[in-house]
C-alpha cells in the first residue's frame, strides 16, 4: 500500500485529476453558496446572451443562467451517479465475497442469479425499468443498481477467489482466524485497490448513463437543473444559438475523461509493470491535465 501511494504521488496526470474532481465536486457540492443565481429563474428579455461579468457562461433560451444551472446540474450528474456506484458496489462486493469465499451451494445459487440478470443488455434493461417505473431521480439509481449489481458480483468474486490461493489466507485459516477476521482483514483489504479501479472507471460511465436518460427525457425532469437535461433542452436551438450545447458538453466531456484517466492511474500505480498497450490510453488526452509528456514509451 505504501508503494502504491507513492507511484501514485510521482503520477503528475494522477494527482491533476484528482485535483480537478476534487474541484469540480466542491464546486456542486457548495452550488447553493457559489452560483450567482436561481438556476430556474427564468427571464425571457435576458435570453442568449453570451458570456459576461453577470452571466459568466451567458443565459439560455429562458433567460436563465448558465454556469448557475451548471453548478446545480453537477450537483444531480456527479453526486447521484457516486450515490449509484456506492450502493452497486457495496451489493457488489458482499455478494461477491460470499461467493468466492464459501464457493459450494451458495456460489452456485449467485451466479445462476447473475447469469440471468447479465443475459439483458445493461443499457436496455435500464431503459425498460425506467420506461416501466418512469422517471425520476430515484428510478434511475434502482434502475441502474439492477443493471450493474451482477456484473460487479462476478468481478469481485474472481478477484476474491485469485487471494483466497494466497499463502496469507491459507496461513490464516489454518491460525484459527474467524472468518469475519479473514474477510475484513485480508481479503476486503487486498482486493481494495482493484475495487477502487472498477468504481472509478465505472462512474464515468454511470455519468453517461444517467445523462443520456435525461437527454431522452427519460430522466431528470425540467425545470431542475441536469446536464443531460440541459443538452436536451440545447439541442432544440442548435442550428440558431449552437453554443447553448458548449457548456453542458465540455462539463460531462471533461468529468468522464476525469475519472477515466483516474482509474487508469490507480490501475498503473498498484500494478507498475503494466502492459504499455494500456498506457496508450492515458496519453490522448494527457495533457489536457496537465501531463508533461506522453506515458508512451
Keep these: 500500500m505504501v508503494g502504491f501511494f507513492k507511484r501514485f504521488r510521482k503520477d503528475s496526470l494522477a494527482l491533476s485529476v484528482s485535483f480537478f474532481l476534487g474541484m469540480v465536486i466542491l464546486l456542486v457540492v457548495l452550488a447553493p453558496l457559489i452560483a450567482p443565481y436561481d ?13 459576461s461579468l453577470a452571466h459568466w457562461f451567458g443565459t439560455d433560451q429562458l433567460g436563465r443562467d448558465v454556469f448557475s444551472r451548471i453548478l446545480y446540474g453537477g450537483r444531480v450528474t456527479i453526486l447521484v451517479s457516486l450515490l449509484t456506484m ?4 457495496l451489493i457488489g462486493t458482499v455478494l461477491g465475497v460470499l461467493a468466492g469465499y464459501f464457493r459450494g451451494r451458495l456460489d452456485d445459487v449467485i451466479m445462476r442469479i447473475c447469469d440471468i440478470m447479465l443475459s439483458f443488455p445493461s443499457e436496455v434493461l435500464i431503459l425498460a ?16 443498481v439492477i443493471a450493474k449489481w451482477a456484473w460487479y458480483v462476478r468481478m469481485i468474486r474472481a478477484i476474491i ?3 483466497m490461493d494466497s499463502n496469507y489466507i491459507r496461513f490464516a485459516k ?55 437535461m440541459m443538452l436536451n433542452e440545447a439541442k432544440n436551438v442548435m442550428t440558431t444559438n449552437p453554443g ?30 503494466i502492459d504499455k498497450v ?13 501531463r508533461k509528456k506522453a506515458v508512451i514509451e
Design 161 to 163: 477467489i485469485q487471494f
Design 278 to 290: 494500456f498506457k496508450t490510453r492515458r496519453s490522448l488526452f494527457g495533457a489536457m491535465f496537465g
Design 39 to 51: 438556476p430556474t429563474a427564468q427571464n425571457i428579455i435576458n435570453k442568449f446572451q453570451g458570456p
Design 244 to 273: 447553448q450545447m458548449l457548456a453542458p458538453g465540455v462539463a460531462i466531456f471533461m468529468v468522464v475523461a476525469a475519472f477515466n484517466f483516474l482509474g487508469d492511474s490507480i490501475q498503473e500505480a498498484m500494478n507498475p509493470k
Design 86 to 89: 456506492a450502493v452497486t458496489i
Design 174 to 228: 489454518v491460525s484459527g482466524c474467524s472468518t469475519g477476521h479473514i474477510i475484513r482483514k485480508h481479503l476486503l483489504v487486498g482486493a481494495l485497490g482493484e475495487i477502487a479501479v472498477l468504481a472509478t472507471l465505472d462512474t464515468a460511465a454511470t455519468i453517461l448513463n444517467i445523462s443520456a436518460l435525461s437527454f431522452l427525457g427519460l430522466g431528470v425532469q425540467p425545470p431542475t437543473a441536469e446536464w443531460g
Design 129 to 144: 425499468i425506467v420506461g416501466i417505473l418512469g422517471t425520476g431521480i430515484a428510478n434511475i439509481v434502482l434502475a441502474t
